[in-house]
């Protein structure tokens, strides 16, 4: 079975962020990257299919040559070979999508993986858009999943409230969600074998942004707390400022 998973390099969640001088991107100085967790899951799932149906795992990543980092880090945990979509220029989300979408149309997986969502954008909208542009089924938070040998797939996805059981057919594009499956670090000789492990450089594919970022904005300052009282005298007050200012009963 051929399997394709496309992973993003994203800001380490523990990063300080602040925007950079135009005002619509992060300022780039000092902040550590790191392969997008959802994108930890997908890879994890990817390799256990391979698993049980042979085959191989392919992972694609757009973006500058850093990229690569995340590409050898998913040919470490066992990974085939990687195609690494050369661009430095910001695209939104339908424009990464074609370009995703013109590659796995080219190498005809039988199953696509995603990450559930992208820590820097958080848009959740990438498994759909691409499954979208390339006329496939797509099933998205999945956080448990069966392939059986005659190409059906039933997944289980979280909704508001619980989760609901979903079936398709191959081919088909799966996000993953946290809770998938653990996934497994890389061992010494994986990292060792990822280096010699072949990934493609390629051009990737320009399409026009559909969207702009204009402005991007930090969140305001939290305001500091307040010792209402220290007994059960301060109640009714707490009840009022929850009520009149925070307006949550």
Do not use: H, W
Not at 113 to 133: C, N, R
């Amino acid at each position: 079975m051929k399997v394709a998973v496309c992973v993003n390099r994203v800001p380490d969640t523990e990063t300080k962020v602040k925007i950079g001088a135009d005002g619509k991107t992060i300022d780039k100085t000092g902040v550590n990257y790191i392969l997008n967790p959802y994108d930890e899951f997908a890879v994890e799932e990817a390799l256990r299919v391979k698993e049980k149906f042979g085959g191989e795992v392919i992972v694609i990543s757009l973006g500058g040559s850093e990229n690569v980092e995340v590409i050898r880090k998913a040919l470490a945990m066992g990974a085939d070979k990687g195609i690494l979509l050369k661009d430095d220029s910001q695209r939104d989300t339908f424009s990464i999508a074609k370009a995703l979408a013109e590659v796995l149309k080219e190498i005809s997986p039988d199953i696509t993986f995603f990450g559930k969502q992208s820590i820097d954008y958080d848009d959740q909208a990438m498994p759909s858009l691409v499954g979208e542009l390339l006329g496939i089924p797509s099933i998205t938070v999945v956080v448990k999943l069966e392939i059986n040998e005659d190409g059906t797939v039933i997944a289980e996805r979280e909704i508001e409230g619980g989760r609901e059981k979903v079936r398709g057919k191959l081919p088909i594009i799966i996000g993953a969600q946290r809770g998938l499956n653990e996934p497994r670090y890389p061992s010494l000789k994986g990292i060792m074998a990822a280096k010699s492990k072949p990934v493609e450089e390629r051009e990737a594919p320009k399409f026009e942004n559909k969207t702009e970022v204009i402005e991007m904005l930090l969140p305001p300052p939290k305001k500091p707390g307040r010792i209402l009282g220290t007994d059960a005298s301060a109640v009714p007050e707490l009840v009022r400022l929850l009520r009149e200012e925070a307006k949550v009963i």
